[in-house]
């Protein structure tokens, strides 16, 4: 298969998208699109664990997320797993994390 300068320049310049939702049993409680450009993998695993912090968590419960005493271990309450597409299948990269009956998801879109 051939594919012309144009087409290929074309392919690699189309923006991607990270589609950001959280849900209650089938309730969306927010949804968003960010061009990845704007946001790194690193920030939306920030952006992921803050939101759900908001809408799982207690004030309390999150306070202890960020304390740190000496020799105790640290709470984390909010475990976001990655996952992506083996190398033989298109590019696919996803993001979850799920505390009771909320749960955010983030995903690789054009």
Request: net charge positive; with cysteine.
């Amino acid at each position: 298969m051939h594919l012309s300068r144009h087409k290929l320049t074309e392919m690699s310049t189309k923006a991607k998208y990270w589609t950001i939702k959280c849900t209650k049993h089938l309730s969306t409680l927010y949804q968003t699109k960010v061009d990845t450009k704007y946001l790194s993998e690193d920030k939306l695993m920030e952006f992921i664990r803050i939101l759900m912090s908001k809408y799982a968590l207690s004030d309390d419960e999150i306070l202890e997320q960020y304390l740190r005493r000496p020799f105790k271990k640290s709470v984390d309450f909010i475990q976001v797993v990655r996952t992506n597409s083996n190398l033989s299948e298109p590019l696919s990269i996803n993001f979850t994390t799920q505390i009771a009956d909320i749960s955010v998801s983030a995903w690789l879109a054009d």
